[in-house]
């Protein structure tokens, strides 16, 4: 494991990593102005996973943000809990639960239990840092299969065994995790309408609900107002900690 510090090639090593998310996830509105603070406040808890050849399989980042412990408390979602994180790092609040931020791992590398490892490794920089509790906006990614299934209905699926049918929520879950709810408004991405069709390389040729790739539910395009728009919810798990 290197955290961010200790790996200074990282750029050049892990990033064919990124191509694991939608290009139009890099263009959320709401915390990016407050995304630079919270990287350079916990360096420590953004990491990578190399294994025995020393290849990089897995990126993770975290960051602390002050929580009472009651759902009426937390974050909207994650926009808002980067928010909160750079919001509590610049009033010098002491905070006391970690916030999980992103774990990516290796396409080549997925179904090796490399996931949940580093959820784990997650869950112990925490534990050696302190954190009272720790929560993480789960994006359940195969959602993306079923666009027009609202979260609230898609979080009830389940699989024979009795976990969750989302493969991330199931790694959570199987590291211990209970759900604390739905994050409606976890992530927001504008654009015009021609930014969505070279994020998306879609065409749109009139105003309406679209279905995108990566997409965990249809984006809005709005000729009349130039405007696409984006609400993704995801979902607030808790991990038990020590």
């Known amino acids: 494991m290197y955290t961010l510090p200790e790996f200074p090639d990282y750029e050049a090593r892990a990033g064919h ?14 915390s990016k102005d407050y995304y630079p603070t919270m990287v350079q406040a916990y360096k420590d ?30 974050p909207l ?10 919001k509590n790092s610049l009033e010098g609040d002491t905070v006391n639960t970690l916030c999980g931020v992103s774990v990516t791992v290796a396409p080549n590398r997925t179904g090796e239990g490399i996931g949940r490892k580093t959820i784990e490794t997650m869950k112990q ?46 790694i959570h879950q199987r590291a211990g995790a209970k759900m604390l709810g739905i994050a409606a408004h976890s992530m927001r991405v504008l654009g015009t309408v021609n930014e969505w069709e070279t994020w998306t390389g879609r065409h749109f040729p009139a105003t309406g609900m679209y279905i995108v790739d990566g997409a965990l539910n249809p ?20 991990h038990p900690m020590p």
Not at 60 to 68: N, V
């Open 125 to 170: 920089l925490g534990i050696e840092a302190g954190y009272e509790r720790m929560i993480v906006p789960v994006r359940p990614s195969e959602k993306s299969r079923y666009p027009l299934i609202k979260m609230q209905d898609y979080v009830t699926w389940q699989n024979d065994d009795g976990y969750f049918f989302d493969k991330w929520l199931r």
């Open 219 to 238: 984006i809005i395009i709005d000729h009349e107002n130039d405007l696409g728009t984006y609400i993704e919810a995801n979902v607030w798990m808790e």
């Open 45 to 74: 808890l953004h990491f990578f996973l190399c294994d025995e050849n020393d290849e990089v399989v897995a990126h993770a980042q975290a960051m602390g943000i002050r929580w009472d412990g009651t759902k009426d408390n937390l």
């Open 77 to 86: 979602g994650w926009s808002d809990a980067i928010m909160r994180c750079a």
């Open 17 to 30: 990593l990124a191509s694991q998310w939608a290009d139009f996830v890099y263009h959320e509105v709401d």
